[in-house]
């Protein structure tokens, strides 16, 4: 499913990250966990075709990153990729449904049906017309989900999903995010600090100056 060979970046004079080689099957749940600073977002957006590397390959369901341009790897993350940031990012002058729309909408799909179920599903249900300073970090968090899947993408990328949330919202943040990407059969790559976020993983993988593990 998702495919990674040999993987290396720098910033000018600062390698920081070689040689990082991955497999992720279609429904696993991988979890990658390193210091800070180790090049853990980098890698995810790697592998989200936002950012570059100088060396090797990324290559999912086959189509590999490299080979497309900006506009078709814009078109490619639209319709493959959901990404939870650690931030939220989540638009404040858009009520909720809006926000958890908005993949939906870039897609040319209007579905209000799909973005109220999902809503549901992360138990938000009847939260959709609030805008989003209306609601709690874990309520945030549970929007930023929420858009991530609503476009079903074969591949979830989430960047310390649970960093802003104390213990007990991370778990129940958690729960939302494992049984979905369960219920869809996504590729969930995590990159995290938690051990107990990575606990859930199916995999867990140590990310180095020197690569992957
Ligand atoms: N745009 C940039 N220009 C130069 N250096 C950068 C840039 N973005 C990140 N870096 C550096 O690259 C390294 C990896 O950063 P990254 O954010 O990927 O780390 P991380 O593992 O996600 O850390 P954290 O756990 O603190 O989130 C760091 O040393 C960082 O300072
Ligand atoms: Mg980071």
Known sequence: MLQVRGLAKHYLDT???QDVSLDVARGEFVAIVGESGVGKSTLLNCLAGLDR???????L??????????????????????????AFHVLPHLDVAQNVALPLMLLGLHD????????????????GARLPQQLSGGQLQRVAMARALVHRPALLLADEPTGNLDPATA????????????EHEATLVLVT?????????????HLSAHGIA
């Open 15 to 17: 390698p920081v990250f």
């Open 53 to 59: 590397w100088d060396a090797g390959t990324v290559a």
């Open 61 to 86: 369901a086959g189509t590999e990153l490299g080979t497309l341009d900006d506009e078709q790897r814009a078109l490619w993350r639209r319709r493959q990729v959901g990404f939870v940031f650690q």
């Open 112 to 127: 209000e049906a799909r973005v109220e179920a999902m809503l549901t599903a992360v138990g938000l249900a009847g939260l």
């Open 171 to 182: 778990a129940k943040v958690m729960d939302v995010l494992v049984a979905q990407t369960r």
């Open 193 to 205: 600090h938690s051990e107990t976020a990575a606990a859930r993983a199916d995999r867990v993988l």
